[in-house]
C-alpha cells in the first residue's frame, strides 16, 4: 500500500460552469453525468461539449458517472446513454465510469426520479449480468452505486448483500455514497453502521459526499447542499476502513452552487482535502 | 412479485394520476405506511422539479400559467402522460405543442413561441461557444445597443 491520499473530485452537471470556476484549482477531478452534459441523447460529441472544463478545468482528470442508464429496468437499459458514454470516452477518456444500481425508466416513460433495485437474489444475478457486458463493451474501470431511495421494496437480502454479491460477481467495484446510506438510514430502510459492518469495503474505490434536503419528514438525496456534518463525520470514520479508495467526489447541483458564497464553496473542497490526507489512503 | 411488476407499480404510485398512495404488490405489511408517505413527498417533489425544468425551457408559456395559477395542474397533466422522455427539451417540446392549442390565445401564443424557440435551438446545437444561444439574451444586448456577437 502506498502512502498515497485519494484524489479529490467535484460534480459537473453542465449547466453552470461556477463549480469549475470557483473550485477547478482545489480538486483533482471533475465527475460528468453525461445525461446532462448533453441536450439529447443524439447531441454530436465533440470538443466544444468540453470547452467549458478546458476553459476552467483543463488540468483535471475526468470521471463518468451516469444517471441515465437505468440499468435496474426488467425490460432493459437506455442503450442511447452507453451510445453517448461511448462518444463521450472516445473524445475524453476517464479515469473510470459508474452507474446506479436503479431505474429511472418504466416501459420507456421517465419517472423523474431514481428508484433502488430490490435487493433480491434474482435482480442481483441481473446486475452482475449486465456490469459484465459493460465491462466486456467499454473495457474501463466501473463501478456500481446503491441509490437512496425512501420506498419500501420487496427485499430479501440486505442491501450490503447486494452490493457485495453484486460485485463479486461481475468484477466490479463500489462507489460508496455516504449521504445516500445517511438517507436510507433517516427513511427507515438500513441502519449505517450495519451496512458498514456488512458491505466488503475493500470493493469501495470511490466515495460520495453531498447534501439533501428533509421534506415532510423523508430525507432526500437531492444534492442540494453541501455535506452536513453528519456526513462528513462518517467520511472521517469510513475512509480509513476502505483500503482501495482512490477517489473521494463532492456532488452538488449546478442550481445549488450558484447559491453558495465561494468561500464557502472553497473551504468545504479544503476541507474536504484535509480530511482525505489524514484519513485516506490509497493503494 | 417480479422486477418488472415492482416496477410498474412504483411508477403508478409516483405519477400524479394516482392518488390512491399507489400500494405496491409484495411490500411488507409494516412498511405500507411509511411507502405511502414516501410515495406522496416523491410524487409532490417530481411535479415541483417537472415546474423547475420545464420554466427553463418553457419561460414565456409557464409564466403566464404561473400568473393564471394553471402551471401545476398543467405540468401534472404533461406529467401523466406516459412518453416522457428524459431529454427536458425534448420533453419543453411536447409540453409547449400541447398548449399551443390552449383556448386562450395567450397560452396558445406564448406555447406556440417557447415551442419554436426549442425547436430552433435543434439547429445550433451542440453549444457553440461564440454563440450566446438563448434568445432572450440576444435580444436585451441588441435593444441596449450592444452587438451580441462582439460580447
Redesign the interface.
Known sequence: VSAVSPSLGVSFDGRSTTVLERLGSFVDVVEIAP?RF????A????D??F?AIDEHASHLDVAYHGV?LSM????GW?DAYLELLEGLCAQRPPRRHSEHLG???????????M?A??A?L??AD?MAERVEAIHQRFGLDFLVEHVAS?????DDMSVASFLTYVAWNSGCGLVLDLHNVECDED??RLRVDEFLDELDLTLVKEIHVSGGLW????H?D?HARLPAPSTLALLDATLPRCPNVDLVVLEIVGAAVDAIESEELVSTAQDLRRRIEVCGVAG | ????E???A??A??SPDDRDGGR?T???TD??V??D??????R???VE??QHELAMVCPIVTGLLSFDERLTSEVQAQ?RR??????I???GVQFASRLSSDPDPWISWAAQVDAATLVA?ESW?????VCPGDPMRAMLLIASGADPRSE
Open positions: 445525461d448533453v441536450t439529447t441523447y447531441d454530436a460529441v465533440d466544444r461539449r470547452a441515465g435496474g429496468t426488467a425490460s437506455n431505474f429511472t425508466f418504466v416501459d420507456g416513460h421517465f419517472l423523474g426520479t428508484a433495485v430490490p433480491t434474482a435482480v441481473l425512501p420506498f419500501a421494496r420487496p427513511n427507515g421534506r415532510d419528514g423523508y432526500l437531492v | 412479485v417480479s422486477l418488472a415492482y416496477q410498474r412504483l411508477a404510485a409516483i405496491v409484495g411490500a411488507r412498511d405500507v411509511a411507502h408517505a414516501a410515495t406522496v413527498v416523491v409532490e417533489a417530481i422539479w417537472a406529467l406516459r412518453d416522457r422522455p428524459m431529454s427539451h425534448t420533453w435551438a446545437r451542440p453549444d457553440d461557444p
